[in-house]
């Protein structure tokens, strides 16, 4: 028998299959880890397929040199998910395959905890009575029938304990000990469903993929939590994903309080001992429910019944660095693949997944109204410039520091909300608000302060920097935007006495560090939480009545066209914050251009209405989703090298184009954005083309790059972020 193996090396030349013999006797299944020889170095490998015949010469085919464990570490599921992934994303098998395993089973570095007990043999003789410590020992466990060896250890010595062991009269015995991730519980409440709940309960039930549109506050988690009963009590698992920054401490709580044991965690925040026990918990099928960020999605689960995505919109959900994916393709591959129920979850669905449900490709599900009934917190603009030309230079408006003051009177709590996303700023006139927009693309332009210049992420065009304003003509020419230090300081200037708290990724790296902050800002009335997008997801805090947003322009003047899309998503949802229990909460939302339209749908809490508008839009412009954008970035040390390659890949595109002439609406060849990053230069190809054919232009164009380029050549279909 012959096995087909991927290597386990991240490098373009070996990623295809290798046939190998399996010797006798060596039990090898699909999906097995193995150690195999490759030139005069032995590699790990995965078997992905096993076949009687051999495609080549079979006296030169080399065997298979062992496994590394004896069962198959990669489950049949995740097998075709790997090919699935190959050919509709372009990715490398190795890369893939990491995605599906704990990196610290690949290294080897991980151990399992042991733990030792001590107990004493069945037919024990007393210690002489002049070893008093060994005697103590034995009385010891007769007392309590064992105990942990190192207890006992420094209760009353290892002499006396290994003496003992070396003459038989305690046995060790070892018990593998899981550890699991650290946190809190609340108290175990009974709540019915709302008619709202309970009809989405209802409805979601079938293997479809479901919109569950409901706004901030009203009960999703619960609805969530009811589905995955309902599959617990088919004899089915779960997985429900979240995006990093709502991976609250309070999310995890609830689902742990419900489910208890047979919840696993996965995120970011475990230690190397903790992921790889909860993958195992999971592996074995003790965990039967997933409650994790992105990469839980490629849990070995098996028997799904249901998958939710809640804030499906989240950008967290597209892996950006290599390998690239979406989770909700892979969440509907898995869905297909188990016949199971899909739930994208949220206040503010993306325009890609509400297009989709109204066209009706998926089932859409309302919740309109927040469960107990409470009014969405008032949203009040309050125009920069405005406040400017009356003298106020300040950070924070009159009203907003009013409000404020407000809050601390009467012992409350306020969010401040700062906008920070990726690296790029733009240039504003503080005169009159004019942004620079690139003339062919309608977007913002992206300032790069090294060079001074302003670029347009999406043709590659290069402007001046701006010094005097084309609008009005003022040099009151601004760049960059406030960050939460400068925040916090400017608060405590202004008041002196509240405790003021910051959260971002400066003060969250720490283990548990979200935690500490947010219970004490949890007790500390009056107090302030200052805080990046962190805030602004999943917190329930009843005495939050106030939340000050910034500056709402930052993320929308992103050189992106989703930059009106995320900004009406993040009003919603910091706005969301506020007025959760039993007041009515207040929004001031900062903004140098008060009269755009995404402010006048957000404050309105108008989906619909933005949906429409917004979609029309990226119509007209033909964007995403009614048209597809794709990157192909080439990246290498050698300049010449990586110009030359994406060139000739370039030419090869433009005969594509030429056999689709009605279908592209853009294509052209330059240097990225970012032109080097860690000492490698960028080139990309950038195009547009419409619907209706992309799938047939998007495989030719898989199809032009040189599998033998030097380059890293990397493909990007409706990238988040083109620098
Ligand atoms: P969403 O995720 O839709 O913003 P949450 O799931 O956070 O909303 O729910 C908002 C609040 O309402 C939470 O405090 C939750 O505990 C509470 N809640 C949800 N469902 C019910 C219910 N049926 N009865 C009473 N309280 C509920
Ligand atoms: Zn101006
Ligand atoms: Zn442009």
Redesign the pocket.
Known sequence: MFAKVIIDQDAKALDREFEYEIPDGLDVKEGMRVVVPFGNRSLQGFVVGISEECSFDKEKVKPILRTIEDFAVIKKEMLQLMFYMADKMHLKLASILRLFLPSEMRTDKIRELIVKTCVLAENFSMPSNRAKKQIEIVEYLKGCGSEKMSELSNRFGYASLSALIKNGTIVVEEHHQNRTPEFDTLEKVE????PL?QRAVDTISEDKTYLLH?????????VYMNLIEKQLAKGKTAIMLVPEISLTPQVLANFKTRFGEQVALIHSGLSAGERFDEWKRIFFGEAKVIVGARSAIFSPIENVGIIIIDEEHEQSYVSESNPRYDTHDIAEFRRKYNNCTLVLGS?TPSIDSYAKAIDGEYQLVE?PVR??GMEMPKIVVVDMLMEMRQGNNKIFSIPLYYELKNIIENKKQAMIFINRRGFSSFQRCRQCGYVAKCSDCDVSLVYHVYENRLKCHYCGKRFKALDVCPSCGSTDIKQGAVGTERVVEELKKLFPDVPIFRMDNDTTSRKNGHRAILNQFRNAKPGILVGTQMIAK?H?FEDVLLVGIVDADQSLYQSDYRSIERTFQLITQVA?RAG?SSQQGRVILQTYSPRHFVYRFATNYDYKGFFKKEANLRKVTNFPPYARILRVLFSHEDEKVVAQECKLCFGKIKAIKEQYPDDFVYLDVMKAPLNKIKNKFRYQILMRFKLEKADEIEKKVFETVDPKAKSSVFFEVNPNNLS
């Open positions: 709540r019915k469903l709302t709940q409901g706004v901030t506050g009203s009960g999703k988690t619960e206040a919740m469960v107990n999943g329930d969301g959760r």
